[in-house]
């Protein structure tokens, strides 16, 4: 059982909108930054949001990340096949004075 | 451009000792503002933070692992290591390194490197 709860899965055809979820408390997304992870099948994970909102370079602007009280969403728009991959969300939690990441959630392109 | 590489036994046997090294190229492992993390992965699973050190020295563990986790850095070796004792099946999955920059998260990490435990 993950801290942050993110669903399991998502999808969309080429060219929408998705969204993924991410649900924590006052001690984890309420009070901090919340991250979003890319990672491709057999890979390691990538930074893809970072300060709630904010995109590495490299990463393309169909990703958008926000943050509203104690949950955030990963928003991709446009989507594209190269998109099909789990996401996961991650924040510091100053209860357990650790970083906690959510359970993941595999998109999947239609 | 920080690269990262993980390097291990891919197998330990239960109750034994769980070893990684990572080692960094592309950087110092002691200036900056950064943290050296350990993550890992059990199969078709999510992502499970072990603990950080950084730079300082100062460490923060997995309070559900932190009996059993010591993570260290050798500046000389420009490496960090993840030590995890009394392992059992429960500790296989892949182990990743990953350096967090305060400003931006995990930005750099390692391919990963799969640990099983079995005797």
């Known amino acids: 059982q993950s801290v942050l709860t993110q669903p399991p899965s998502a999808s969309g055809t080429p060219g929408q909108r998705v969204t993924i979820s991410c649900s924590g408390s006052?001690?984890?997304?309420?009070?901090?930054?919340v991250y979003w992870y890319q990672q491709l099948p057999g890979t390691a994970p990538k930074l893809l949001i970072y300060r709630n909102n904010q995109r590495p370079s490299g990463v393309p602007d169909r990703f958008s990340g926000s943050k509203s009280g104690t949950s955030a969403s990963l928003a991709i728009s446009g989507l594209r096949s190269e998109d099909e991959a789990d996401y996961y969300c991650?924040?510091?939690?100053?209860?357990?004075?650790?970083?906690?990441f959510g359970g993941g959630t595999k998109l999947t392109v239609l | 451009q920080v690269q990262l590489q993980e390097s291990g036994p891919g197998l330990v046997k239960p109750s034994q000792t769980l070893s990684l090294t990572c080692t960094v190229s592309?950087?110092?492992?002691?200036?900056?503002?950064?943290?050296w993390s350990w993550i890992r992965q059990p199969a078709g699973k999510g992502l499970e933070w072990i603990g950080r050190i950084y730079t300082s020295g100062s460490t923060n563990y997995n309070p559900s692992l932190k009996s059993r986790v010591t993570i260290s850095v050798d500046t000389s070796k420009n490496q960090f290591s993840l030590k995890l004792s009394s392992v059992t099946a429960a500790d296989t999955a892949v182990y990743y390194c990953a350096h967090r920059s305060i400003l931006t998260g995990y930005d750099y990490w390692g391919q990963g490197t799969l640990v099983t435990v079995s005797s």
């Open positions: 991650a924040a510091w939690d100053d209860s357990l004075s650790g970083q906690v």
């Open positions: 592309g950087g110092s492992i002691s200036s900056g503002s950064y943290y």
């Open positions: 006052s001690s984890n997304i309420g009070s901090n930054y």
